[in-house]
């Protein structure tokens, strides 16, 4: 079974521009969650969706958004880019949030560089 | 606000040793503890999800304990590999069924000297 697809692996974009990344979930999994991971930081909480619903969001500023799809898939968005967005943005899937034995599977992640 | 710390960052270790990678916990109030290890440039991988509920998970050469009260679980790899080699992550879901995502630690990167 395939595994958590992201487009595109690698990203160069210029401060003030967005950018829209995705997330394609494992077949059957209907949880999306997306995470951000830089040096100083880690690896930190962006959002989760779950049947096309925002279920809640990490403490990051409105410039990041996203959105699910009927089929699951999901998209990420950030807008006016600032050069501290550089990171490696990783999408993970899980078959249905609040289910304590589900495992959340994580994709390759977006690697982007604001410039 | 949860807070998770690893400990040691970074081991390095012959090939063969058994090792214990640490990872601690503020608040008990969890729903599951995961480790996962990542390969530099790549994604997360699942090692092993343990339930609030449970103490311990075996996976081949790795074990995992959780001592909820404490806020403490340890990852135990036996007869450590080259191919071991990879940043070991701690992440837990909060109790609320994870409405708010996983918390990771920062992570032990670990390095197995052939």
């Known amino acids: 079974k395939a595994g958590v697809t992201q487009t595109p692996r690698y990203l160069i974009k210029t401060r003030g521009q967005q950018v829209t990344l995705s997330c394609s979930p494992i077949s059957g999994h209907r949880s999306v969650s997306w995470y951000q991971q830089t040096p100083g930081q880690g690896l930190q909480f962006l959002f989760e969706?779950?049947?096309?619903?925002?279920?809640n969001k990490g403490n990051f500023p409105g410039r990041f958004s996203g959105r699910q799809f009927s089929n699951s898939r999901s998209e990420m968005n950030v807008s006016t880019l600032e050069l501290g967005d550089s990171a490696l943005y990783l999408c993970?899937?899980?078959?249905?949030?609040?289910?304590?034995?589900?495992?959340?599977?994580f994709g390759p992640g977006t690697r982007l560089t604001v410039l | 606000k949860q807070e998770v710390t690893q400990i040691p960052a970074a081991l390095s270790v012959p090939e063969g040793e058994n090792l214990v990678l640490n990872c601690s916990f503020t608040?008990?109030?969890?729903?599951?503890l995961q480790w996962f290890r990542q390969d530099p440039g790549k994604g997360l991988t699942s090692l092993l999800l343990i339930q609030s509920s449970q103490r311990e998970q075996t996976s081949g050469r790795l074990n995992a304990s959780l001592d909820k009260s404490s806020g403490r679980s340890t990852l135990y790899i036996a007869a450590s590999q080259p191919g071991d080699s990879a940043t070991y992550l701690c992440a837990v879901t909060n109790s609320g069924g994870g409405a708010d995502g996983l918390t990771f630690g920062k992570g032990t990167h670990l390095i197995i000297q052939p």
């Open positions: 969706y779950f049947s096309e619903t925002q279920r």
């Open positions: 993970a899937s899980s078959r249905s949030p609040g289910v304590s034995t589900d495992t959340q599977y």
């Open positions: 608040d008990s109030a969890i729903y599951n």
